[in-house]
């Protein structure tokens, strides 16, 4: 494993994008005011912008992001910046870079771009001599299929050594997220039942109740499956069904998650619901007959000793009846029914819930006896941690300064990317039509058939916590 300096300038390609105002700057302005950066930004785009211009969109991105409260700060941002205007293609952008640059020698490249412009300025930057104590940061989705992760991963190794690679995932950076990863093996109790014997279920939910906005031109060359199934939810799926690392550091992580995608079972085009809100196809830049799905529901199984048997649900989409995000592990039934309503038949089994989102929360649901002599009870659910802490970091935030001082714990490895890839590979062409589902409903009903097999149903995140204790 190499030693990486901390970064001494930061690269920005594609400065001028929307990534790059929504969300790089207002990260750039955090870490400005916390005084954590304080070397150069080099933007580098094709306009003819101006150092001026540039200038004035990282002040606008910041006022839209939640206003200036630090004018010190943003002019200490602001004088970091500098622009290099070139085409990739054109080795003589890389050239002015490395001059404007100057005695910078241990850069961090943010390729905030295109996914068809990675391997071009991956070799941009090896030949103009840009690689050489540096890392690279790549945006999501690394490849679109497992032949293009591997042709991508086979160009970026050329260039840099795996360990100078931060596949960015700005879902790895959520705190919620990262907490998943802290309850699991901080806590003792959860390891005696976290397996096959106890657990009956695991279902997560990833909603959205708005469409695909400005996003269609993308969302046509991505549909949810790559954009949202094959990463962010498989990293929660690894971090709850990963074995426990030997050692803190994160390539142990990294392995351990890496084993739970090699696991995995590939799909099967019965094990995958295809769904498509009704109006996708009017959207701007879509297809008259797309079959582009929005949404996905999907079935399956981590061929392990703890999971096997465990079926696992993923389900997301967008225009969905709310934006949330839920992790659900069911628990088995007690073995025999000592009280008769101890598994309503309406009901569910006690579960631990994840509420990742909108607002984080932790809740243990369990079954507690009701005042008088008769033996029923209701089931409650007994909240661990709920709300969110002033000052969190934001993703992109979190994720910028760890790529820049070294630190790859959040990111993402080349064999867990090209094993992800395998699982959802037999079922990216061979698959089903998608089904019209109505904007604000939970997508087609043949989602429900397909959980429904086993005999289960899912968890509509917008139940309220009394009809959840009642078993509603």
Known sequence: MTTLPRSDALVLFGVTGDLAHKKIFPALYAMAKRGVLTVPVIGVAFPKWSLARLRTSVTDSIKQSG???????????????????????????????????????NPAHYLAIPPS????????????????????????????????????????RSIFPEDAIFRIDHFLGKEAIMNILYFRFANSFLEPIWNRNYVASVQITLSENFGVE???????????????????????VALLAMEPPAYRGFGAVHSEKAKVFQAIRPLHPDD??????????????????????????????IDSWRWEGVPWYLRSGKCLAET??????????????????SMPKTGRSNYLRFRLAPLPAI????????????????????????????????PYERLLEDAMA?????????????????????????????????PG????????????????????????????????
């Not at 990675?118 to 103009?128: C, Q, Y």
């Not at 997508?443 to 509603?472: C, T």
């Open 272 to 301: 995958l619901v295809r769904g498509q809100y009704a109006g996708y196809r009017k959207e701007a830049n879509v297809a008259k007959n797309s079959d582009v799905e929005t949404f996905c529901a999907l079935r399956l199984f």
């Open 117 to 156: 412009l990675f391997a071009t300025v991956i070799k941009g930057l090896g030949a103009a001599d840009l690689a050489d104590h540096a890392r690279v940061i790549v945006e999501k989705p690394f490849g679109r299929d497992l032949a293009s992760a591997r042709e991508l991963n086979k160009v970026a």
């Open 67 to 105: 206003g200036i409260d630090d004018q010190k700060a943003l002019d200490q941002l602001l004088s970091l910046f500098r622009y290099v205007s070139g085409d990739y293609n054109d080795p003589a952008t890389f050239v002015k870079i490395k001059k404007t640059m100057g005695t910078d020698h």
């Open 324 to 341: 949330a995000h839920e992790v659900l592990v069911e628990l088995k039934p007690p073995p025999q029914r000592l009280f008769a309503d």
């Open 214 to 236: 400005n996003r269609g031109a993308f969302y046509e060359s991505a549909g949810c499956l790559r954009d949202v199934i094959q990463n962010h939810m498989f990293q929660v």
């Open 363 to 394: 809740a243990l649901a369990a079954r507690v006896k009701r005042a008088g002599k008769e033996f029923i009870g209701d089931q409650r659910e007994l909240y661990l941690i709920e709300g969110e802490q002033p000052g969190e970091e934001t």
């Open 441 to 472: 409903s939970w997508g087609p009903k043949a989602a429900d058939v397909l959980i429904a097999r086993d005999g289960h149903r899912w968890l509509q995140p917008s139940v309220s916590a009394e009809e959840v204790n009642s078993g509603a």
């Open 406 to 438: 070294g630190d790859g714990a959040l990111f993402s490895r080349e064999d867990a990317v090209e094993a992800a890839w395998t699982v959802v590979e037999p079922v990216l062409k061979a698959h089903n039509r998608s089904l019209l589902y109505k």
